[in-house]
């Protein structure tokens, strides 16, 4: 699987925007980029995805490099329930078993500062 | 129903006892999966079922079993764990992907389990 790296942590103000980088230098052209947040003691929550477009949903905006190599997650007013692990996860859509695997990396984690 | 459902939420079992798991949704997602996270560790997964059939098992010991009896349950059976084993179990639903769609996963909040 194409692996992605994030920084291990950042900070962040309230009602300020956050964006959170992700490198993918590997990305195939079947990969998706999608993002996904673990609030504590929850499960990860889907937040978004994108293939090359840049993408906009209720929750974040999704910010892809024109060679795909990079991407950015966009919260456009961190709160303090925005504070989580959020993982950036390449997902190969190409025929295979390996379409149903999800592998998570290590994240960042976001501390929002009220 | 959006949600996927898991039961029990807090489990306490001993190295000899058998205990399961079980995992619920109603989204009508053919596939399921279970996955392992230890703690400030991402999650692993674990196994995956695709229209009811185990299509991957990343070489998880035998003493976890998994069973999907219809297209809305998953249960994950435990028997002679071991301490190292204590982590929090995740289970999630998705589309199976055939169509042109990348949907995305629903998780569930875990079952934190603990062997003693």
């Known amino acids: 699987d194409a692996k992605t790296t994030q920084p291990n942590s950042m900070e962040s103000n309230e009602e300020e925007p956050v964006h959170l980088p992700c490198n993918h230098s590997t990305i195939s052209g079947t990969d998706y980029i999608h993002w996904y947040r673990q609030l504590p003691s929850q499960g990860p929550e889907y937040v978004i995805h994108g293939l090359t477009s840049n993408v906009n949903n209720r929750m974040a905006s999704l910010a892809i490099a024109e060679d795909r190599k990079s991407s950015t997650l966009i919260l456009h007013r961190a709160t303090l329930r925005d504070a989580a692990v959020y993982y950036c996860?390449?997902?190969?859509?190409?025929?295979?078993?390996?379409?149903?695997?999800?592998?998570f990396g290590k994240g960042t984690l976001l501390t929002v500062n009220p | 129903d959006t949600e996927v459902t898991q039961t029990p939420k807090h489990l306490v079992m001993g190295m000899t006892n058998k205990k399961s798991l079980k995992c619920e949704q109603h989204m009508g997602h053919r596939a399921m999966y279970w996955y392992k996270q230890k703690a400030k560790k991402p999650p692993e997964l674990m196994f995956v079922?695709?229209?009811?059939?185990?299509?991957i098992n990343e070489s998880v010991p035998s003493r976890f079993s998994p069973e999907c009896p219809n297209s809305s349950l998953l249960n994950l059976h435990l028997h002679a764990l071991q301490p190292e084993d204590s982590a929090l179990y995740l289970c999630a639903s998705s589309q199976v992907i055939r169509t042109t769609h990348n949907y995305g996963y629903t998780f569930g909040s875990g079952t934190r389990l603990t062997v003693v």
């Open positions: 079922y695709s229209y009811e059939k185990l299509s």
């Open positions: 996860i390449l997902r190969d859509v190409s025929s295979g078993g390996s379409n149903y695997k999800l592998t």
